[in-house]
């Protein structure tokens, strides 16, 4: 079965500009989390999606936002880019089973963000 | 939420010997314990986790233990190997109803030195 998969997996912009990045979650997944990696501020949660729905969201900014389509994949944009935003940006997807039952994330290799 | 303090922050050890990475947390509604190791320019990748009903699984030469009573749980490798070299982060899970978020204790950088 095909793990996580991101895209573009490096990534240059300015200031000032926006960036949409896209995740391809396990088949099956129907849950889809994002985190934003820093040396700084480590592993910190961006928003979940499931099924279309953002069910749960981080302490970002409104620049930072997200949606998910049918087929589960995801994308997420960064509005104004910031020098400040530049970072890993990890996808995850699980297999949610209804009643809340925790299930492992699985993570993609992440899109490695720069900007200038 | 859910609060997730991991010690030491980096740990270097000798080919064969044992590393122990300890994680604390502060939600007692937690019940599930992941544990990822990160290669440089990788995802973090699932090596074991443990649900609150057990307190040790071990998978070969890696094991966690989880005391719930005093919220901490436990990495252990045994026998450690140059490719066991990596960064490893312990989480958990902020609970709320139909929703799920872990939250990630900061990473401890394990060197394995042959």
């Known amino acids: 079965k095909a793990g996580v998969t991101q895209t573009p997996r490096y990534l240059i912009k300015t200031r000032g500009q926006q960036v949409t990045l896209s995740c391809s979650p396990i088949?099956?997944?129907?849950?889809v989390s994002w985190y934003q990696q820093t040396p700084g501020q480590g592993l910190q949660f961006l928003f979940e999606y499931f099924s279309e729905t953002q069910r749960n969201k981080g302490n970002f900014p409104g620049r930072f936002s997200g949606r998910q389509f049918s087929n589960s994949r995801s994308e997420m944009n960064v509005s104004t880019l910031e020098l400040g935003d530049s970072a890993l940006y990890l996808c995850?997807?699980?297999?949610?089973?209804?009643?809340?039952?925790?299930?492992?994330?699985?993570f993609g290799p992440g899109t490695r963000l720069l900007v200038l | 939420g859910e609060n997730v303090e991991q010690h030491p922050s980096t740990l270097s050890v000798q080919e064969g010997d044992s590393a122990v990475i300890k994680c604390t947390y502060s939600?007692?509604?937690?019940?599930?314990f992941p544990w990822y190791k990160q290669e440089l320019g990788k995802g973090p990748q699932l090596i074991i986790d443990i649900r609150s009903n057990v307190g040790e699984k071990k998978d070969q030469r890696i094991a966690v233990t989880l005391n719930k009573t005093a919220k901490h749980f436990s990495l252990h490798i045994t026998e450690t190997q140059p490719e066991d070299s990596a960064v490893y982060f312990c989480a958990a899970p902020t609970s709320g109803a139909g929703s799920y978020q872990l939250t990630f204790g900061k990473g401890t950088k394990l060197s394995v030195i042959p």
């Open positions: 939600d007692s509604a937690s019940n599930y």
């Open positions: 088949s099956g997944h129907r849950s």
């Open positions: 995850a997807s699980s297999l949610w089973i209804s009643g809340g039952a925790k299930e492992t994330q699985y």
